[in-house]
């Protein structure tokens, strides 16, 4: 599976942004998806998840302000992420899991990566 992340940009605080994560492959809908970020200096956190049943999870800092989905026709994966914060300032990674395991939010958990997209909230 080879994911390609997109949709990033610079937004002033309280703006939205909508992120893409393209996925080649046939079994993607069977994969959870998630979205992890890494700010200058941090590890790498958990965002979102998404299972093939739609079952999703969030991380709490971004609950009732970030929505995952997935199109699985269209191989897709979307974070739509409202009342941004500067602290929601990183770059922002999709990610597979094809383990068809509950939800994880460990980063070593998924197998498959994109190369990242910035995401930049000004104050």
């Known amino acids: 599976v080879q994911l390609q992340a997109s949709g990033g940009g610079l937004v002033q605080a309280g703006g939205s942004l909508r992120l893409s994560c393209a996925a080649s492959?046939?079994?993607?809908?069977?994969?959870?998806m998630g979205w992890f970020r890494q700010a200058p200096g941090k590890e790498r956190e958990f965002v979102a998840a998404?299972?093939?049943?739609?079952?999703?999870d969030y991380a709490d800092s971004v609950k009732g302000r970030f929505t995952i989905s997935r199109d699985n026709a269209k191989n897709t994966l979307y974070l739509q992420m409202n009342s941004l914060k500067p602290e929601d300032t990183a770059v922002y990674y999709c990610?597979?899991?094809?383990?068809?395991?509950?939800?994880?939010?460990?980063?070593?958990?998924?197998?498959?990566w994109g190369q990242g997209t910035q995401v930049t909230v000004s104050s």
């Open positions: 998404i299972k093939w049943s739609a079952t999703t």
């Open positions: 492959g046939r079994t993607f809908s069977w994969y959870t």
């Open positions: 990610a597979a899991d094809s383990s068809r395991a509950p939800i994880r939010v460990g980063a070593r958990s998924y197998d498959y």
